[in-house]
């Protein structure tokens, strides 16, 4: 059973960090594209960050330069660094998995964290 577990999501100041996390399980975590997706209220799931199993990260434009993205393997865990928050990055935060082989891909989710931006 896959299951992808998100925690650290909460209230925070504009300004302020908060660190995100996911812990898989029932994947062979080093072989998937993982990243970290956003939903506010009334709008499109988006892309944050991702990052591959070769390390290549890529991030929305809107995150550049105060979000990071990183994985460890071993752990099999996925984290998100978020610095100078904005009340436009509340929004659930959602964890991904993603794997594309010939003739099937694989495609997870996690439940989601709340992060609320507010003072």
């Known amino acids: 059973q896959v299951q992808l577990v998100e925690s650290g999501g909460g209230l925070v100041q504009p300004g302020g960090s908060l660190r995100l996390s996911c812990a898989a399980s029932g994947i062979p975590f080093g072989f998937y594209t993982m990243g970290w997706y956003r939903q506010a209220p009334g709008k499109q799931r988006e892309l944050v960050a991702s990052i591959t199993s070769g390390g290549t990260t890529n991030k929305a434009d809107s995150v550049k330069g105060r979000f990071t993205i990183s994985r460890d393997n071993a752990k099999s865990t996925l984290s998100l660094q978020m610095s100078s928050l904005t009340p436009e990055d509340s929004a659930v935060y959602y964890c991904?998995?993603?794997?594309?082989?010939?003739?099937?891909?694989?495609?997870?989710w996690g439940q989601g964290t709340q992060v609320t931006v507010s003072s």
């Open positions: 991904n998995a993603y794997r594309r082989m010939v003739l099937k891909e694989y495609d997870y």
